[in-house]
């Protein structure tokens, strides 16, 4: 069984950065796809960044320019990179990682990220 494990994140004012972190454990595939979602007070959770094993990236449109995503396939860890933190970034965020083969989706438990204004 996939276990994800997040760390990172916490308090942080408007502007500032933080960095996440997730390790994956007991990967049954290296064709995967891995990446980050949050989810706002209220809302739905939604995409943040993702990575394929490949390297190729894919962002949301608010975190553009702001957030880096990055991979390390060797140690199973991705990376988010947060600057220019916005009040609106304030969320859970949630690691995940998705097998396309057999369409499964494993997630971690999440984490807090709280931008102050």
């Known amino acids: 069984q996939v276990r994800l494990v997040e760390s990172g994140g916490g308090l942080a004012q408007a502007g500032g950065s933080l960095r996440l972190s997730c390790a994956a454990h007991?990967?049954?595939?290296?064709?995967?796809?891995m990446g980050w979602y949050r989810q706002p007070p209220g809302k739905q959770r939604e995409l943040v960044a993702a990575i394929t094993y490949g390297g190729t990236t894919n962002y949301a449109d608010s975190v553009k320019g702001r957030f880096i995503i990055s991979r390390d396939n060797a140690k199973d860890t991705i990376d988010l990179q947060m600057n220019s933190l916005k009040p609106e970034d304030t969320a859970v965020y949630y690691c995940n990682l998705q097998i396309p083969i057999t369409s499964t989706n494993y997630w971690g438990r999440g984490t807090q990220v709280t931008v102050s204004s």
């Open positions: 007991e990967t049954s595939s290296s064709i995967n796809v």
